[in-house]
């Protein structure tokens, strides 16, 4: 008898291992989102690492023009693409064409997507049950 397992201790295991995978689950969405999304020392675009204290390199994190943080050289980009918006730009750069222009829009709407989903009420409720089991 001694060597029976008991169906009530077997399904409360199974179920607290259930329960340990879905809370490191919940963890890992949140650290993925926070590690690869809001660091203050990379650019957004290329993941370029930016230090903020090397001289000359403030204004580019600073540059009110660009909505983002951005290293030196995407923000150059950045700001030639809404002067190409605007029918402008540098017209010896042949390589920022239509298909760069659509990449551009598509990783400024990428970002808006982010930023929706960081504020949706679910990962909200997520950090929150977080929060509490910590």
């Known amino acids: ?6 169906l009530d201790d077997k399904l ?15 963890i890992l969405a949140v650290q993925k989102v926070f590690q690869c999304t809001q660091c203050a020392f ?5 993941g370029t690492q930016i230090h903020p204290d090397e001289p000359g390199k403030q204004r580019f994190i ?3 023009r660009a909505p983002f943080r951005f290293c030196e050289s995407c923000t150059e980009e950045y700001n030639d693409y809404t002067e190409r918006l605007k029918g ?12 760069w222009l659509e990449l551009w829009r598509k990783w400024i709407d990428y ?15 997520l950090l929150e049950e977080l929060k509490d089991k910590t």
């Not at 008898?1 to 008991?6: A, C, E, K, T, V």
Request: glycine share 4%; net charge positive; aromatic share 8%.
């Open 1 to 6: 008898m001694s060597n029976i397992i008991q």
């Open 12 to 26: 409360k295991h199974t179920k607290e291992k259930k329960a340990e995978i879905i809370k490191k689950r919940k």
């Open 42 to 46: 990379k650019c957004e675009k290329c």
């Open 62 to 64: 600073d540059d009110l």
């Open 88 to 99: 402008k730009g540098n017209p010896e750069y042949y390589w920022h064409n239509d298909i």
């Open 111 to 125: 970002q808006g997507v982010i930023d929706r989903y960081l504020k949706s009420k679910e990962f909200r409720n």
